[in-house]
Structures are given as C-alpha cells and as structure tokens.
C-alpha cells in the first residue's frame, strides 16, 4: 500500500492553507459546536479540499479530520488533520491560525506539516530527520531557567462549565516565567516551542489533530513531548500535553504536578 512523502504533506498544507488566506476577513457562516466553540464555512471548504486529495490519492487510508470526525480505513495508515486551527482567530479577525496535517504508519508519527498562511511560514518535520520552518533547521530554546522563559497554553471550550478550566496552572506560570501566551493555535503553540520562539507549552483536554504534527515537529526540534501524566504517546486520550526542551520540562512537570 502506497505511502504518502513529506512532499505530498507540505503540498497539502500549501493548497489548503490557500483556501484559508483567500477567505480572511470576509463575512464567514459561523455555527457552533459547543458554548465557545466555532466553525466556518472556510472550516469545511479546507477540510473538504484535504479529504479528497487524500483519499483520491489513498483510498484505503484511515483519517481522524476534526470536523468529519472519522473516516475509516486501514488503521496502519492514519492522517490527523486540522484544516483550521485556530477557527476563533479566525472568526475574529485575527491572524493567528494555521493548516495542521500528520500522518502515522502503525501509530508512530512520520510527518507533519503545519502551515501559517498569513506569515508564509510552513514548519515540517520527518521522523529522525529534525525540523524545519521553510527549508531551515530550527531548534528548541536552549534556556534552562523558568524566570527567564516564555511560555503557551490553552484553555478547553467547555471551560465555563468543568473544574479542570486550567486557570490554577496559568496562574502559577505566570508568577514563575516572564509570561504565559495564549496563541488560540495548539498546533502553532507546538511549532513556536519548536522554532525556540517560546520555552514551553501546556494543555488539557486537545484533540490528535491539534497537536499530531506539531507534536512531532516539536519532538524533531530537540524539545521532550509527553502527556502531562509522562505518558509518551501524546495521541491517546483522553491528551494532556506538555512541551519543552528537557531541562524546563522537568521544572514544567514538577510544577503541574505541585497542586
């Protein structure tokens, strides 16, 4: 069975991300999933575009896309897509938001491709090859010190409702680091840690398409992913995610499990 390459992943970022530019700022048709949570009619149009280049091109492939849901298939072969993360942004007006595209072969992460359209920056990486933001190595920070560091995080959409709203944690951060951002992108979180822009990042409760390919470009990029409770494999849920090169993560860590 064929195998997509990393060409085939940057390519679909591209064409999708295309979609998304064309689109900004315009009157969207925004419905809601939940409370907080958003789509766009841009939404769909990308994901509709991903779903049946892939599948015109692997049929028998198995994706999890975060609008369809499911589309089942051969479970050796699995594609994680987020055709816009960041949606909030999005609707807003804010230009902060991206393309999110992984693919695994037997649950081990291979490539991934998160393209920013607004900046043109398009972060990838293999598996064992390091990462990259349009063609150039980048790195993870090498700064070992909470106070002199820049952290990310999120929050989830059924926050005005659950205990677990993450604000306990933000608010410890925040008194031990030169800040705590919230970017309204996982995926763009994830390459920011990456790219060494930010020290670290953390989040509960995402989903595989926020943080497949970032996890893997963050990972190639020398920087230690895990759940929150250490677990390796990031993508099963329910996912708590904690990124950072290895010197902060153990202070990260230590500092999420101080509760």
């Not at 060409?7 to 998304?20: S, W």
Request: some cysteine.
């Amino acid at each position: 069975m064929k195998s997509p390459t990393l060409i085939d992943i940057k390519t679909l970022a591209l064409d999708a991300g295309k979609i998304l530019r064309a689109g900004y700022e315009k009157t969207h048709q925004v419905e809601y999933k939940s409370l907080i949570d958003p789509v766009t009619e841009i939404d769909y149009q990308a994901e509709d575009f991903l779903l049946k280049a892939i599948l015109g091109k692997f049929p028998t492939h198995h994706i999890l896309t975060e609008e369809s849901g499911i589309i089942d298939g051969d479970h050796d072969h699995i594609w994680y897509i987020d055709p816009l993360d960041g949606t909030v942004n999005y609707a807003h007006g804010v230009p902060v938001f991206c393309v999110s595209i992984a693919y695994a072969y037997k649950n081990d992460l291979k490539f991934g491709a998160v393209y920013d359209p607004m900046r043109d920056e398009l972060f990838s990486a293999v598996r064992g090859q390091g990462a990259t933001m349009n063609g150039k190595t980048i790195s993870a920070s090498n700064e070992t010190e909470l106070e002199r560091s820049l952290l990310t995080t999120g929050f989830p959409y059924d926050m005005w409702e659950t205990v677990n709203d993450n604000l306990n944690d933000y608010g410890k951060f925040a008194k031990l680091t030169q800040g705590v951002r919230r970017l309204g992108s996982a995926a763009l979180d994830l390459c920011y840690v990456a790219a060494g822009r930010l020290e670290g990042y953390w989040e509960h409760f995402v989903q595989p398409w926020d943080v497949a390919a970032g996890g893997l470009i963050a990972e190639e990029s020398g920087a230690k992913v895990r759940k929150i409770n250490g677990g390796k494999n990031y993508l099963t849920p329910p996912i708590s995610i904690l990124a950072a090169p290895p010197a902060l993560y153990k202070k990260m860590d230590k500092v999420l499990k101080d509760n």
